[in-house]
């Protein structure tokens, strides 16, 4: 299924918030964190030339997160991100000085940071990125697994050295849980989904992801003409598209949002003009994907700038992590989970469907960008889906 935005000419124009922190100088201050990080944090775009062809466009290129700071995947850019600006911001007013990245392990700074706890919700990938987050700044961690979560995820997660804590229901529920106790506790939710009253923390999150489509743009010779990302609340397509108007403006590419189709809250929101919470009825192969109700501040900023949405099955995306582990001619084989190729499974369906393509004007003068955002984060369910 591929729905064009029908509300995007309601207003194209993002929120001053959403501008700001999706804008360059939002990308500039994750990229500041990254240099501070790891000067040697870009992740590679590679070239798949031989897909392109089969596809019938001129170009196609990957950004890998699956390379993401020894995190394995995008979202190492956004929960640890967001945990060191709320520390900082903490002890800056704490001290009443201002605090940076080279103050963290001042006696004072550092004693501020242990007293703080954050907690979040996740499939995996971002409750592993807060958790790494807090072991940077040497607080706390409180992460909230549904009983979905793999054993797997589950130990990665706690490597960093945070607690863990299972809800028994979905993914949904487990964000429901996570933010009660943290409210009672008095702890700070570091959530990558939004809800009325809670958008600025989501925002740091989101403006964290904005360094993929940055560095993906300096990577490439000419830009590309349609870009096609995978949501699960929608943070990440947000970010992207967000970006991407923001710096390109009239000329920016075509944009694609692909989720699974037994989870697609953001073509829901697309449909109904508002997000809304569907039934959790059948699991999906894309574990990072599988999310109920789109984020409000995602949605904001897609409403305005995504020109279309889509689903995918769970065999499209088991089918794009065989062809990307065991690529043709001179492709580069690429290690991509189960959600990490959704964007490219959607690439895909709309290459083989006549009628798709002629909606989004996909030819083969095209240049598509699409990213795997994540590698093999469960390698037991890996090697059960690839080998």
Excluded at 125 to 130: A, F, L
Aim: aromatic share 6%.
């Amino acid at each position: 299924m591929l729905l064009p935005n029908l509300h995007k000419t309601l207003n194209t124009a993002l929120d001053p918030a959403d501008a700001a922190a999706l804008g360059p100088d939002g990308a500039r201050r994750i990229a500041e964190f990254l240099a501070w990080r790891d000067p040697s944090a870009e992740t590679p775009l590679l070239a798949l030339p031989a897909l392109a062809a089969d596809l019938g466009i001129a170009s196609l290129d990957v950004k890998d997160e699956g390379k993401r700071l020894g995190l394995g995947s995008f979202k190492a850019l956004g929960g640890a991100f967001a945990v060191m600006l709320l520390a900082l911001e903490e002890a800056t007013r704490q001290l009443g000085r201002p605090v940076s990245y080279a103050d963290l392990h001042a006696p004072d700074v550092a004693a501020i940071a242990r007293a703080m706890v954050f907690a979040c919700a996740t499939d995996g990938n971002h409750g592993r990125s807060v958790a790494w987050g807090a072991q940077l700044v040497g607080a706390r961690a409180v992460i909230f697994v549904h009983r979905e979560v793999s054993q797997n995820r589950i130990d990665a997660i706690a490597r960093y050295g945070a607690e863990m804590r299972v809800v028994d229901g979905t993914y949904d529920e487990s964000v429901d849980e996570a933010t009660r106790v943290a409210t009672q506790e008095g702890w700070t939710p570091v959530s990558d989904t939004s809800w009325p009253g809670y958008e600025r923390i989501p925002l740091m999150v989101m403006q964290g992801y904005t360094a993929m489509i940055a560095e993906a743009m300096a990577q490439r010779d000419a830009p590309p003409t349609h870009v096609f990302v995978q949501a699960g609340v929608g943070g990440v397509a947000a970010a992207v598209a967000g970006h991407l108007a923001l710096v390109m403006g009239d000329k920016r590419p075509v944009f694609v949002v692909v989720e699974p189709e037994h989870a697609a809250c953001i073509l829901v929101a697309a449909q109904t003009g508002s997000p809304t919470r569907i039934p959790h009825e059948q699991a999906t192969v894309m574990a990072m994907l599988e999310c109920c109700e789109a984020s409000p501040v995602a949605w904001r900023v897609l409403s305005r700038v995504a020109d279309a949405f889509m689903t995918v099955p769970d065999e499209a995306a088991i089918a794009v992590m065989n062809r990307l582990a065991k690529p043709a001619g001179t492709d580069p084989a690429i290690v991509a989970g189960e959600s990490g190729g959704a964007g490219l499974a959607g690439l895909i369906a709309v290459a083989g469907n006549p009628d798709w393509r002629a909606a989004i004007d996909l030819g083969p003068n095209s240049r598509a960008l699409v990213f795997n955002t994540e590698g093999a984060t469960d390698p037991a369910r890996y090697r059960e889906l690839v080998g």
